[in-house]
């Protein structure tokens, strides 16, 4: 896990590719133990890609969140029960009406235990017959993260009354909180 210590706590980072980065960081603001959200991308061959290149599809870059959290507050296999949970990791390439290599579902991991811990429960997943297909979650060394442009943080609580809000994000925060009740932050 990489930790940095906050002076009261130490904390870990994470990064996630679960389609839309927008749907990712709604849902994962409100977990219990987070503390910081940032949208991004990560997975490319381009140093520091922009919004316009990433829809492109020909970047190698997922939509991604890189989430800062406290583990004492909430493990990082919670952190994956929350992820698979709250998109289809079973379709390749795309989440809903969102297509390409950029919506890919996707875990970039910092260490050998986190890969460890994602590759099981990936295992137990697909053995648990609770998605319909397989799982085709990448499970990738996480080897550069480049922070999206400022317009595209926070963006669900800036925007909530935006369509792609109202009809996309607001159902996965929904899902969010109704699943994982005891997640959720006060």
């Known amino acids: 896990m990489t930790t940095t210590s906050n002076g009261t706590d130490s904390t870990a980072m994470i990064t996630f590719g679960a389609g839309c980065f927008w749907c990712t960081e709604a849902v994962f603001l409100g977990v219990k133990g987070v503390e ?3 949208s991004g991308y990560s997975g490319g061959k381009i140093k520091n890609p922009a919004y316009r290149e990433i829809c492109t599809g020909t970047t190698g870059h997922a939509e991604v969140t890189q989430i800062t959290y406290t583990p004492s507050v909430v493990a990082y296999e919670t952190l994956l029960e ?3 949970n709250t998109h289809d990791p079973t379709t ?3 989440q809903g009406a969102d297509v390409g290599t950029q919506y890919r579902s996707v875990i970039f991991y910092n260490n050998e235990e986190e890969r460890n ?3 099981e429960y990936k295992k137990q997943l697909d053995k648990s ?4 297909g397989r799982i085709v979650t990448e499970i990738s060394p996480l080897i550069n ?3 999206a442009e400022e317009d595209h943080q926070n963006y669900y609580a800036l925007n909530p009354s ?3 809000c109202q009809f996309v994000v607001r159902p996965k925060v929904e899902k969010f909180r ?3 009740k005891d997640q959720v932050k006060d």
């Open 36 to 38: 910081k959200v940032v």
């Open 82 to 84: 929350i992820f698979w």
């Open 92 to 94: 390749l390439n795309q």
């Open 117 to 119: 811990i994602a590759e």
């Open 129 to 132: 017959g609770k998605f319909k």
């Open 145 to 147: 993260f480049y922070p």
């Open 162 to 164: 935006q369509g792609y």
């Open 178 to 180: 109704k699943q994982f």
